[in-house]
């Protein structure tokens, strides 16, 4: 079987061939630490991280960068509304950020560079662009530096527009620039600003544009050629447009792919910092376990819009619980990766028919229990067991917080017991006795009671 992934480069499902064979280097655009991370904010991280999973899985060597973005214009202005150092900001949004992926199952990359300290190969970068023509100093005395994009006749080449459709670029005052197209790749130190923010260069004490950050970045770590750049939807223009830019401009080969994961949206619109705390990763992990939560994003296709709701989130919860009840009676079952699941994921990774799979096998699985042939729902049991693996979905990897304390412990089964008493209610008692049989078998007892259900861990005290 030959991965095919979707281009956004050339809009075509293609052919994945790596540069080196067996070796697959991605980078993939990180986070701008200005504020608590959201639910939107990890979909990115949630759904590369199952590509790395799933190339791994095909027997490849993934390096795999995400940067930091920890100095930029909106960390300077929130920095200062609240008072504090725009470092101090940044370094505990950062923390937020490496807490949320951790509790959905993300790996850790290969390195995570910070911006900040990158300074020097950005300088060196922007001095070459200088050198060949296709940046300048502004004349207005800024010290800001531009990218001349009418120097590079392929600008706009990855998002397929051309220079006199382009909005202007909002990253810098327009008095500086030869046209407004043109992007900022430093911006020279401007009154007000803190002393920690400035660095010295060439042209005048500053820091960095933003999109030099990643050109600089991906090109000190992967090289001048290297494998997949990925990121959300919303950053291919001008983020992306511009990166790559640059980064030919310089004579680096740069990406060979461009994947971009879509929105979680809300209300049709993208989510946003506006919509208060209700969708910051740890409001919604009080609801929700990390593992169910993750299952909700990888259930849907990486280039699929998600229309979040409470309810949808709810009703995944229920599904991935069910899975879960299943693999539990077998938890020392291992087994080899169905093919169906490996087209399913050759396919773009088609994480949907993936999941299908999966359920498809946990039906079969359960009607083998009832049947009482134990053994080949065990078989099935590891099949399921190596799909959630590669999907960072396997309960085990979640055991810290999934049961490694009482409130976790306690949170999860109030999805259990609300399944079967859905169940009850519409008397399904199939489905109840069942919930109630599999998590017999897992080591958990349900009992009815006048004032409800009670549960309680078999020779528990």
């Not at 509304?81 to 290969?110: I, K």
């Not at 060196?124 to 800001?144: N, Q, T, W």
């Not at 043109?182 to 999109?211: N, S």
Request: with cysteine; net charge negative.
């Amino acid at each position: 079987m030959t991965l095919r992934i979707h281009d956004s480069a050339t809009q075509t499902v293609r052919d994945f061939a790596p540069l080196q064979q067996g070796k697959v280097g991605i980078y993939v655009c990180g986070l701008t630490v200005q504020s608590e991370p959201h639910v939107g904010h990890v979909r990115s991280a949630v759904n590369f991280d199952v590509l790395r999973r799933w190339l791994s899985a095909r027997g490849n060597e993934v390096t795999f960068i995400r940067n930091i973005t920890d100095i930029d214009d909106k960390i300077l202005v929130k920095s200062a509304e609240q008072g504090r150092p725009w470092y101090n900001l940044a370094y505990d949004m950062a923390r937020e950020l490496t807490r949320a992926y951790a509790d959905l199952n993300v790996l850790p990359p290969t390195y995570e560079p910070a911006a900040t300290g990158h300074i020097p190969e950005m300088i060196e970068l922007i001095a070459e662009l200088v050198d060949k023509g296709h940046a300048y100093v502004a004349a207005d005395g800024s010290g800001d530096v531009y990218f001349d994009v009418r120097s590079w006749p392929s600008y706009g080449e990855l998002t397929h527009q051309a220079i006199d459709d382009m909005e202007a670029a909002e990253d810098a005052d327009p008095r500086g620039k030869r046209d407004p197209r043109d992007f900022a790749l430093w911006k020279g130190a401007k009154e007000g600003e803190p002393d920690t923010a400035k660095w010295p260069a060439p042209w005048g004490r500053g820091r960095p544009g933003w999109h030099i950050e990643c050109s600089a970045m991906a090109g000190k770590y992967l090289g001048a050629a290297f494998d997949i750049h990925g990121g959300g939807v919303d950053l291919r223009f001008p983020h992306h447009e511009n990166e790559q830019a640059q980064s030919r401009a310089s004579g680096r080969p740069f990406a060979s792919y461009w994947m971009h994961n879509a929105w979680i949206t809300t209300a049709g619109e993208k989510m946003s910092k506006s919509l208060g705390n209700s969708l910051i990763v740890p409001e919604v992990l009080n609801r929700v376990r990390g593992v169910e939560l993750r299952y909700y994003m990888v259930a849907a296709h990486y280039r699929s819009h998600v229309e979040f709701s409470f309810e949808a989130l709810d009703e995944a919860a229920a599904a991935f619980q069910r899975i879960e009840r299943f693999i539990a009676r077998f938890p020392d079952a291992t087994g080899e990766l169905p093919e169906k699941f490996a087209a399913a994921m050759d396919d773009d990774l088609g994480t949907p028919a993936a999941v299908a799979v999966i359920h498809d096998l946990v039906r079969e699985g359960n009607t083998k229990v009832s049947s009482g042939d134990e053994d080949a729902a065990a078989a099935i049991a590891g099949q399921v067991r190596a799909m959630l693996g590669v999907l960072g979905l396997d309960p085990a990897d979640f055991a810290d917080t999934a049961t490694g304390n009482d409130d976790a412990l306690n949170a999860a089964m109030q999805h259990v017991l609300k399944a079967r008493a859905d169940a009850r209610a519409e008397k399904n008692w199939a489905e109840a006795d069942q919930i109630r049989d599999e998590m017999a078998a897992a080591g958990v007892s349900i009992e009815d009671t006048p004032d409800g259900q009670r549960w309680s861990i078999e020779g528990g005290a």
